[in-house]
C-alpha cells in the first residue's frame, strides 16, 4: 500500500483528507464515520461564544447541473459550551479534530479556546472568511486590525496549531495570508465560500431567505486552485490545505499539484452514491496514482512550480 502520509507543519495525518467545516461536522458520531471512511482528519462546524441560530430555511439550496451548491447557513451552531459537551467522547477516542472557531473579538476567541483546549485539538481553524457570517464573517477579515489581533490572539492562547481560513472574496488572497502569517498562523486554509445569488424564475425571488449565500462544489475548483498556487508563490515554506469543489483524486492531485500539503472536502458529500466511502475510494485512487507515476505523496505538493 502507498503511504498516503502528509504532513502540516508539525501535524502528520493518514491520508491529505480532511473534512471541510460546515459539513457533517456537527456531531462526534457524524465525525467519527468520516474518519472511519479513511479521511486524515476532520473539521467541525464553526463554533462561536454563544448559540447562533443561524438563518431561517431555505438555507442550502443545491445546484445539480454543476455539482454545486449555494448556502447561507449563518454560522449557526450550538455555542462553544454545549458544542464541547457533544465533543467530550473524543477525549477516549482521540480522533484528529480541527476545531473551527469564529468570533469578532479577542476575548471571544480567548474563551472559545481556552475551553475547547481541554479537548486537546489536532489545530484550530479560524474562519474570518464567511460570506453570509454578518459581522462575524467577512468583515473580520476586511478589518486589518481586527484580524490581525484575532490571530495574534489565538496563537496566545491555543495548545496547538492555529490555521487561518481565507476567502476568494478578495481582490489578491495573498494580502490576508500575509497578515495571518506575520501574525503567527501555522497554516492557511483556501478557500471559504464565494457570495453568490440564485433566483427562482417562478416565485421570481432569491432563493435562500438570506437572498445571498456561499457558492461551494465543482463550480469553484477552478477559484480554489489558483488561490493555492498563488499562496504557494509567495509563501512556499508555509502550509496550504486546498479546499473548493474537490470530488475526486484527480481534484486532489491538482490542488497538491498547485502547492496544497493536505485536501477538505465539504458539497461532494452531498454529490457522491455512497457517503460510507468517499474517503477510501479517493485514497484508494490517489494510491494507484502514486505508484503509476512512481512518486511519493510529498513529491506532488508544489510540483506544478517546478516544471
Ligand atoms: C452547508 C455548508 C456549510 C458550511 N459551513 C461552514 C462553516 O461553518 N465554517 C466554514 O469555515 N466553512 C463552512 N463552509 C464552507 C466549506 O467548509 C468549504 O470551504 C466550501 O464549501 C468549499 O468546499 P467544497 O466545495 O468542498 O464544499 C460550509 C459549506 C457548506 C456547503
Known amino acids: 500500500m ?9 501535524i502528520s495525518i493518514r491520508s491529505p483528507l480532511i473534512l471541510a467545516a460546515g459539513v457533517l461536522g456537527t456531531s462526534f458520531s457524524s465525525i467519527k464515520r468520516v474518519y472511519n471512511n479513511g479521511f486524515g482528519a ?53 480522533l484528529p ?20 483546549n481541554q479537548l486537546n485539538p489536532l489545530a484550530y481553524e479560524l474562519n474570518v472568511s464567511c460570506p453570509h457570517g454578518g459581522k462575524f464573517g467577512l468583515s473580520v477579515l476586511h478589518d486589518d486590525e481586527l484580524f490581525r489581533s484575532l490571530v495574534t490572539t489565538a496563537k496566545k492562547y491555543a495548545t496547538c496549531p492555529v490555521w487561518v481560513k481565507l476567502s476568494p472574496n478578495a481582490v489578491n488572497i495573498t494580502d490576508y495570508a500575509e497578515i495571518a502569517i506575520s ?15 440564485v ?13 445571498a449565500g456561499g457558492l461551494s462544489g465543482k463550480a469553484i475548483k477552478p477559484i480554489g486552485v489558483r488561490a493555492v498556487y498563488d499562496l504557494y508563490s509567495r509563501f512556499p515554506k508555509t502550509p496550504i490545505i486546498g479546499v473548493g469543489g474537490i470530488e475526486t483524486a484527480e481534484d486532489v492531485i491538482e490542488y ?12 461532494a458529500f452531498a454529490y457522491t452514491d455512497d457517503q460510507e466511502k468517499l474517503g477510501t475510494q479517493i485514497n484508494s485512487e490517489l494510491e494507484s496514482y502514486l505508484k503509476d507515476k512512481g512518486l511519493k505523496l510529498e513529491e506532488l505538493i508544489g510540483k506544478a512550480h517546478k516544471e
Open 256 to 267: 497538491l499539484l498547485a502547492g496544497a500539503s493536505a485536501v477538505e472536502i465539504g458539497t
Open 199 to 211: 433566483i427562482d424564475i417562478e416565485t421570481m425571488t432569491p432563493v435562500l431567505a438570506n437572498k
Open 97 to 116: 479534530i480541527i476545531y473551527s472557531i469564529y468570533g469578532n473579538e479577542e476575548e471571544q476567541i480567548r474563551a472559545i479556546i481556552e475551553k475547547l
Open 2 to 10: 502507498t503511504d498516503l502520509q502528509t504532513q502540516i507543519g508539525d
Open 183 to 197: 501574525s503567527g498562523a501555522d497554516a492557511i486554509v483556501a478557500i471559504n465560500t464565494l457570495k453568490a445569488m
Open 42 to 94: 476532520m473539521v467541525s462546524k464553526s463554533i462561536g461564544i454563544k448559540p447562533n441560530a443561524g438563518y431561517v430555511n431555505p438555507t442550502i439550496f443545491l445546484l445539480p447541473e454543476t455539482r454545486s451548491a449555494m448556502n447561507a447557513v449563518g454560522l449557526a451552531n450550538p455555542g462553544v459550551e454545549d458544542f464541547f459537551e457533544k465533543m467530550k467522547p473524543n477525549l477516549e477516542e482521540k
